[in-house]
């Protein structure tokens, strides 16, 4: 069974950086894409960026220039660092991996548990 676990949510200053991981516990055979989505209050669910296999990274307009998405395939990890933030920024964020467990399997999506991030003087 494969978890993904998340850390590094908490309190931000507006301006101030926050990183934040996700790693998986168990084991990919391959591992398409990795991402993090965020849901703000009273708010759906959005797209904040994600890394494919290739390395080709995509970003939601609101925070491009602001923040990046990397991933370590060796660690089945994937890190966005989120520089100067803003208020807006506040939501749970949910890392999201697509990928296989095994051959045998389709391609699936798994997400973690969520990890509050707050942007706040």
């Known amino acids: 069974q494969v978890q993904l676990v998340e850390s590094g949510g908490g309190l931000g200053q507006p301006g101030g950086s926050l990183r934040l991981s996700c790693a998986a516990s168990?084991?990919?055979?391959?591992?398409?894409?990795m991402g993090w989505y965020r849901r703000a209050p009273g708010k759906r669910r959005e797209l904040v960026a994600t890394?494919?296999?290739?390395?080709?990274?995509n970003y939601a307009d609101s925070v491009k220039g602001r923040f990046t998405i990397s991933r370590d395939n060796a660690k089945n990890s994937v890190y966005p660092q989120m520089n100067s933030l803003k208020p807006e920024d506040t939501a749970v964020y949910f890392c999201?991996?697509?990928?296989?467990?095994?051959?045998?399997?389709?391609?699936?999506?798994?997400w973690g548990q969520g990890t509050q991030v707050t942007v706040s003087s």
């Open positions: 999201n991996f697509r990928g296989r467990i095994d051959y045998s399997y389709p391609i699936s999506e798994y």
């Open positions: 168990g084991r990919f055979v391959s591992i398409s894409a």
């Open positions: 890394v494919s296999s290739g390395g080709s990274n």
